[in-house]
């Protein structure tokens, strides 16, 4: 018989200054919730003008990030670059050193943009790949509908309800799920044995939990899942003013310990050390930082 899977914790991303005049509400990677394994960080960003994510490095993580509205400019060392909009997302894995920018649009109507970046760590084998780019368009999401189209899913990553992803975009196995639940709409999300997994709502009002054991979580929370159990249930009651969102995300948990200075995610205080120097002397990975800067980071105003 399916187990719904309780709740473990639920807490408020709380915003704070990030990067050069960007906003973050931090969920993950913060006292509250540190390396949920295989998650290491997930920021909800709002970046206005003259703000933004200027050249910085990576490695040994993968990055996916989804925008919501707005649009978001990237480039890195080797030459890649492109643009991201409203419903897009980057998966991008770091690997062994990447140098890059992120820097956001200016929208004729002045508004920002805004959207969700979610660290996810490397297995060990893994953290010296070479660094890639996956993008993933609006366009290229199926959606599954659920409860008489009460309840639509963007599958981004996984499965819902008999629609699969396009494609697995990570190298360590994770489901990304954005749902919207009209008023009187519910849904039971299965999700692996085994993961981890998390909700972060971004609008509305919504009930998680199955019988007895519920609780109504408004906007800008993380709900953080037990790890046993078979699948989530979320609904909106009948007499609610608005619908609700969440991205629902689950991964596998990596058996590896984890040590990270800033953008440097690996195994042991060795090895951030190495990436430190490496970085630094451009080697290993990072020979293409000597001399390297990128026309989007140039747009910042200081």
């Known amino acids: 018989m399916a187990v719904p899977r309780a709740i473990r914790q639920v ?8 990067g050069a005049g960007a906003r973050v509400r931090r969920s993950i990677g913060t006292p509250k919730l ?18 933004g994510f200027p050249d910085h490095p990576h490695r040994g993580q993968e990055t996916i990030t989804y925008l919501l509205s707005g649009g978001v400019d990237h480039e890195d060392f080797a030459g890649n670059k492109g643009t991201i909009g409203p419903g897009d997302l980057q998966f991008m894995t770091a690997g062994r050193g990447i140098m890059h920018a992120e820097m956001p649009h200016e929208n004729p109507d002045g508004s920002p943009n805004v959207g969700m970046q979610l660290w996810v760590d ?19 999401i199926p959606v599954a509908t659920v409860d008489d189209g ?3 899913v963007k599958v981004i990553s996984g499965q819902s309800h008999g629609v699969d992803s396009v494609r697995d975009l990570a190298y360590t196995p994770v489901w990304l799920l954005d749902v919207t639940i009209q008023p009187g709409g519910r849904i039971a999300q299965p999700l692996p044995k085994g993961w981890n997994a998390f909700a ?21 929370h993380n ?11 979320a609904s909106v009651p009948d007499n609610a003013e608005s619908e609700s969102r969440f991205i629902l995300v689950a991964g596998q948990p990596l058996d590896q310990k ?23 002397t451009a080697s290993n990975g990072f020979e293409r930082v000597r001399g390297w800067e990128s026309e989007i980071g140039k747009r910042m105003a200081f």
Do not use: W
Request: hydrophobic content about 40%; proline content about 4%.
């Open 122 to 140: 490397l297995p060990k084998h893994l953290k010296m790949c070479e660094p890639r780019y996956r993008d993933l368009r609006a366009t290229e």
């Open 200 to 220: 972060y709502t971004l609008s509305g009002n919504t009930v998680f939990g199955s019988n007895d054991a519920t609780k109504v979580v408004k906007e800008f």
């Open 258 to 280: 984890v040590v990270q200075y800033g953008p440097f995610v690996l195994t042991s205080q060795e090895e951030v050390y190495q990436a430190m120097v490496d970085y630094q």
């Open 34 to 51: 540190r390396n949920f394994s295989p998650f290491l960080m997930l920021d909800h960003f709002t970046v206005g003008k003259g703000a």
């Open 150 to 152: 009460r309840v639509t």
């Open 11 to 18: 807490f408020l991303a709380i915003e704070q200054a990030e």
């Open 223 to 233: 709900v953080v899942l037990e790890q046993g159990g078979d699948y989530v249930e």
